[in-house]
């Protein structure tokens, strides 16, 4: 079956850093745009980055863009998302996600704290 765990979140300051993994099984990784969804405490689940498959094609949310990369690793099955000079509004519970013939999929989540 499908699975996609993530790990990586914690506690940093404000302009710190973190790469989040996600490690996938259960599907043909390579074949398939992965990406990187976050939700903050009474928001809406947004977002973050896309990869593509075997073209590693990537997009951002403008939130993210020139602050976090979004790459994959096709022969570890894992996903990545690196993320600098973080700021006190990118705390959030970060997830990955796929779709598989119509149906998506969902880690657990890994959650991220920008706090001094």
């Known amino acids: 079956q499908v699975q996609l765990v993530e790990s990586g979140g914690g506690l940093v300051q404000p302009g710190g850093s973190l790469r989040l993994s996600c490690a996938a099984s259960?599907?043909?990784?390579?074949?398939?745009?992965m990406s990187w969804y976050r939700q903050a405490p009474g928001k809406e689940r947004e977002l973050v980055a896309t990869?593509?498959?075997?073209?590693?094609?990537?997009n951002y949310a403008d939130s993210g863009k020139g602050r976090f990369t979004i790459s994959r690793d096709n022969a570890k099955n894992t996903l990545y998302l690196q993320m600098n000079s973080l700021k006190p509004e990118d705390t959030a519970m970060y997830y990955c996600?796929?779709?598989?013939?119509?149906?998506?999929?969902w880690g657990q989540g890994t959650q991220v704290t920008i706090s001094s």
């Open positions: 990869i593509t498959g075997y073209g590693g094609i990537t």
């Open positions: 996600y796929t779709q598989i013939a119509g149906r998506g999929y």
């Open positions: 259960g599907f043909t990784f390579s074949g398939y745009t």
